[in-house]
């Protein structure tokens, strides 16, 4: 096998192939939203609500970024978590815990 042919496939394998799925999904869900957008009955305020990512089948947000950008969606994600945790208790109780950590 050539060293060219080799690292083809290799490239093929490793970053084409996985994401075809992906790829495959936007398309239909690229079709989708435009078949809903054409209808007759569509109205302006219907036409502002609907966004293609929600015909999407595949919600993986990992594919087609980089590290970088992956590591930006974790840390939003934490810190999500992170308020939805402390919204949980009474703001008196953290302002407490605040103070005696200082």
């Known amino acids: 096998m050539p ?10 394998d490793t970053y ?3 994401q075809s799925p992906q790829f495959h999904d936007m ?19 219907a036409a502002k ?7 999407q089948l595949i919600k993986d947000e990992t594919i087609f970024k980089s590290k970088e950008e992956i590591e930006e969606i974790e840390r939003k994600k934490e810190e999500e ?10 703001p ?3 302002e407490k815990l605040r103070a005696t950590m200082k």
């Open 27 to 45: 398309q239909n869900a690229m079709l989708q939203y435009s078949m809903y957008m054409t209808s007759s009955g569509m109205t302006r305020e």
């Open 3 to 12: 060293v060219t042919l080799f690292w083809a496939l290799h490239i093929f």
């Open 92 to 94: 008196s109780l953290i």
């Open 49 to 55: 609500k609907i966004m293609p990512s929600q015909f």
């Open 16 to 18: 084409v192939e996985p």
């Open 81 to 90: 978590r992170k308020a939805a945790t402390m919204s949980m208790f009474d």
